[in-house]
């Protein structure tokens, strides 16, 4: 059986159409393990009227500690060898967990991963994932690269995976997934199936700026870099993914830029990011954020200018 990880704060807004979507999969030999981090809104109020009505939802509530120790408490607390996880404020597709146990079952698969619908307002989008033959090197390269989402949910895991990863301790990083994936690829000898279904609607916010454009926000994307840089160096890859790396920093170095960090008002660091990574990691990159970086190395004035044209070209294609 499988059990499903869903850690949630402050979820009111879209945690009922979350719990629906998994309990109404067509597939329903399953558990569903919901870690409250904490929430200050009617996050429990909601939990606590599921959970009355369906008998597989199990709610753990504690002290707000961040999203990857929610999710490690979900892991701990899971009863099943396969687990599935989601955030609280994406859903499922009807035929998600069957699709993924389809692909899983009688196999030698260690991990499943699907693709998935991203949503933004009323668009769209259907994000397909790369993994080439489906080995640890492919996939670590696929990460990097962009063409592999860093995102853990949409994915099946056997529940073994995650007691052999590490991940070195860090004060601020952007997103625990970059680097909860890398640690299972680098730590593992894994076999990864992959289908080309999507199986979850991500919800992509447009209004989180004012938090993600803090200050300790902005520097932890730069912090969550040398980390990666730390992972694959202990692990001797370095070299081996020497491109991908690039690729990997300069899309964050742009994402950094577009959010104003203090680092881009230095043109000498700037051009130093430009020469050590843009040519051998500019065929990793969308060719949009290929100019972005070109721009904001000239100066960030034109790259700001670039950013609101590129998304102007984005949002109308």
């Known amino acids: 059986m499988i059990s499903i990880l869903i850690p949630c704060f402050n979820s009111e807004q879209h945690l009922a159409q979350c719990l629906n979507s998994v309990i109404s999969q067509s597939k329903r030999d399953f558990e569903v393990m919901v870690v409250n981090d904490g929430s200050t809104d009617n996050t429990d109020v909601i939990l606590n009227e599921f959970q009355k009505t369906d008998k597989r939802i199990k709610v753990f509530n504690q002290t707000n500690k961040g999203i990857y120790l929610a999710r490690k408490r979900a892991i701990q607390e899971a009863n099943y060898d396969y687990i599935v996880h989601l955030d609280s404020d994406d859903y499922l597709l009807p035929n998600a967990i069957e699709i993924l146990w389809a692909k899983m079952k009688n196999s030698e698969y260690d991990i499943v991963v699907s693709n998935h619908y991203q949503i933004t307002g009323d668009k769209k989008v259907l994000i397909n994932n790369e993994i080439g033959?489906?080995?640890?090197?492919?996939?670590?390269?696929?990460?990097?690269?962009?063409?592999?989402?860093?995102?853990?949910?949409?994915?099946?895991?056997?529940?073994?995976?995650?007691?052999?990863?590490?991940?070195?301790?860090?004060?601020?990083?952007?997103?625990?997934?970059?680097?909860?994936?890398?640690?299972?690829?680098?730590?593992?000898?894994?076999?990864?199936?992959?289908?080309?279904?999507?199986?979850?609607?991500?919800?992509?916010?447009?209004?989180?700026?004012?938090?993600?454009?803090?200050?300790?926000?902005?520097?932890?994307?730069?912090?969550?870099?040398?980390?990666?840089?730390?992972?694959?160096?202990?692990?001797?890859?370095?070299?081996?993914?020497?491109?991908?790396?690039?690729?990997?920093?300069?899309?964050?170095?742009?994402?950094?830029?577009?959010?104003?960090?203090?680092?881009?008002?230095?043109?000498?660091?700037?051009?130093?990011?430009?020469?050590?990574?843009?040519?051998?990691?500019?065929?990793?990159?969308?060719f949009y954020q290929r100019i972005e970086l070109i721009a904001y190395t000239i100066n960030p004035m034109l790259g700001r200018i670039s950013t609101k044209s590129m998304k102007w070209i984005k949002d109308r294609l």
């Open 133 to 286: 033959d489906g080995g640890n090197i492919d996939a670590i390269k696929n990460l990097l690269n962009g063409g592999l989402t860093s995102y853990l949910w949409g994915r099946l895991f056997k529940k073994s995976v995650f007691q052999e990863i590490s991940i070195p301790k860090t004060g601020r990083i952007y997103t625990e997934d970059v680097l909860t994936n890398l640690a299972i690829f680098s730590a593992q000898d894994l076999k990864i199936g992959i289908v080309n279904e999507p199986t979850v609607c991500y919800r992509v916010h447009t209004d989180l700026n004012s938090y993600s454009r803090a200050p300790q926000n902005v520097q932890a994307i730069f912090d969550e870099v040398q980390v990666v840089k730390k992972m694959l160096e202990a692990g001797g890859s370095i070299q081996k993914f020497d491109n991908e790396y690039a690729g990997y920093k300069s899309r964050s170095w742009v994402l950094y830029c577009r959010m104003n960090g203090l680092k881009v008002k230095s043109r000498e660091y700037r051009w130093g990011i430009f020469k050590e990574n843009f040519f051998k990691g500019f065929i990793h990159m969308p």
